[in-house]
């Protein structure tokens, strides 16, 4: 019984650093993701406040591929 015991804790703690581990990598997703956000927000802001001159140069571009 005592190999069983110490089996069962062994796999628990086991369990519950995998978890911790886990936890860990996904908060720390969430936070690049957080960031990736505010920043792509920020590129779409600055995108949408540079309106094209009063005169009309700048408002449109030919592009070749």
Known sequence: M??????LSTMSMS????NLQTDASLAL?????TADE????QLIE????A???ADGR?????VRA
């Open 58 to 62: 700048g408002a449109l571009m030919d």
């Open 15 to 18: 369990m519950s650093r995998s």
């Open 38 to 41: 505010n920043a792509s927000a």
């Open 51 to 53: 309106a094209p001159s």
């Open 29 to 33: 997703m969430k936070k690049f993701m």
């Open 2 to 7: 005592d190999g069983i015991t110490n089996f």
């Open 46 to 49: 600055s995108i949408s406040e």
